[in-house]
């Protein structure tokens, strides 16, 4: 069943919890060593300053808090800019994110070339509340702006030679200092298979927190599958291409034995660096099980049928 | 004129080894170490944990090259900042980000080889760090300076970790792996400048 996940109106801009709450919890339990025991009450113990927790209601369908705007923008991995997730905000702040257009190509009967401004129009945007699971094993959530990835994929109408979807990142390695590095086979590229790009949590985002998708976040366009590990969700997609064969993917092209085409978040699956059988929300301080398909299985779980995640991970 | 009581060298050496302490300390208050705090101070304190390792490696091919012969006399000191930044690293491992649960951590160790040759580093660092006290350096004699080559097979399972730790790849030469190639290869240089034929020439010069 391909049920959304519910959300209603959008999201107000405020923090849920601010960092600074959370320095302070850990500094009151600095030294405790029940540490991880005590922390989520504390977190969620009233403020000191009541403005700083103008707690927006809002949570995902399992009841957890969306993570505040300001470490959702702050905390980015996108290798373009930097390797440093602080540092991205500070180098894409004048990065142009419109206009912004997406070229959909390959084994379609109709190619096209969108512009986002005109996608916002013909497609209203709705919020998903979507949980975020780092490879790196933390993890968000997050309130995104935009349509089903299916709607953009009716409109080109597949061939039936179409099997798979490869997305791509826009190259600009004047506006990019990331790009110069050498160790990496630039441009980003990902891909779906294209029941897994036509299911409906499958999410192009153009929005966020109620506003605009900032460059740091994947403006003009990004994709979100909130069942796969986040570098699945490409950034900044300029091209997407319907083909017959699995696309390369980037990080797959770096590592092989680390990252495969499916990255279905799967904590029965360990990675050789990070644990995937637990994560740590951002603005906790325990580590919480990872679930498995990230929450989603429910929804998702029956495209995998009868396949060896293990062996497709 | 009365000697001072430290040497230049020295004070740099100790301002040195607490500065990123302080620093990370500062930050920590000033709600400055990312939305990520722990992962920012694990990283941080692995960083200068090997940093210090290196500059007390770097003490005594330093002082051949430079004729320099305070240099050798701080690479003690400059290796237990090494430990100290080591010790921060691997208790912000057990207790901050695990929370002492052993299982977790069991679980998640078992499978993950960086963490098992940064588990061998640090305990073989122990005794190193144990042994600093003038009291075992007269206790143990000779044998002192033996237990301290361990630094030897310290610095390359360090290095390994490291590398492992970023998100690259160093068989194809691809991802984040320019930071750790960096260290890499000053820690090969500074193991290479103890081999005997090359200690030599430098001592000559
Ligand atoms: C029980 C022993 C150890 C454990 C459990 C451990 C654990 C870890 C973990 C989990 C990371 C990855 C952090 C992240 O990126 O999220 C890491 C990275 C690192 N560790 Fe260790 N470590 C240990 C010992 C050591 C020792 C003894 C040193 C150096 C003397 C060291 C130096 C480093 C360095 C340089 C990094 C890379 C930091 C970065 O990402 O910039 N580790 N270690």
Known sequence: ?313 | MKKARFTALQLLVHGAGWLPLAWLVFDFLTDNLTANPIQAIEQRSGIHAITFLLFSLACTPLASILDWKELPLRRKALGNYGFLYAAVHVATFFILDYGLNLAAIWRDVATKSFIILGAIAFLLLLPLAATSFRFWMKRLGKNWKRLHRLVYLITPLVVVHFFMAKKGDLLNLSGDIFQPFLYGGLAVALLLLRLPPIKKRLSRV
């Open chain 1, 1 to 313: 069943m391909n049920s959304p996940i519910p959300s209603s109106e959008i999201t107000p801009k405020q923090a849920y919890l601010s960092r600074r709450d959370f320095i302070k919890a850990a500094g009151i339990l600095a030294g405790s060593m029940a540490l991880a025991a005590c922390a989520p009450d504390l977190l969620n113990a009233p403020a000191s300053d009541p403005a700083e927790l103008t707690t927006s209601a809002k949570t995902d369908e399992l009841g957890d808090p969306l993570n505040s705007h300001k470490d959702i923008i702050n905390y980015n991995n996108y290798y373009e800019f930097t390797t440093d997730k602080e540092g991205v905000a500070r180098l894409a702040q004048n990065f142009p994110t419109s206009p912004w257009d997406v070229e959909v190509s390959g084994l379609v009967k109709t190619p096209r070339k969108f512009g986002v401004e005109d996608l916002i129009k013909s497609f209203p945007p709705e919020e998903r509340i979507y949980r975020l699971r780092c490879v790196e094993a933390w993890s968000m959530v997050i309130p995104w702006l935009g349509f089903p990835l299916s709607k953009l994929l009716n409109l080109v109408e597949p061939t039936s030679a179409a099997k798979y979807v490869r997305f791509e990142t826009v190259f600009k390695p004047a506006e990019m200092p990331g790009l110069k590095e050498p160790w990496y086979p630039w441009p980003y590229q990902e891909g779906l298979r294209l029941d897994e790009a036509m299911h409906d949590l499958t999410f192009l985002a153009t929005g966020l927190y109620g506003g605009e998708l900032p460059a740091q976040s994947g403006g003009g366009i990004r994709l979100v599958v909130p069942w796969k590990y986040g570098f699945k969700s490409i950034k900044a997609i300029v091209k997407i291409e319907l083909t017959a064969e699995q696309p390369a993917t980037m990080w797959s092209a770096i590592a092989p034995n680390e990252y495969g085409f499916y990255a279905n978040v799967n904590p029965a699956v360990d990675h050789p660096r990070w644990s995937q059988a637990s994560e740590r929300r951002i603005g906790e301080l325990a580590r919480r099980d990872t679930l498995p398909f990230n929450g989603y299985a429910e929804q998702v779980a029956s495209l995998y049928e009868g396949m060896d995640l293990a062996k497709n991970y």
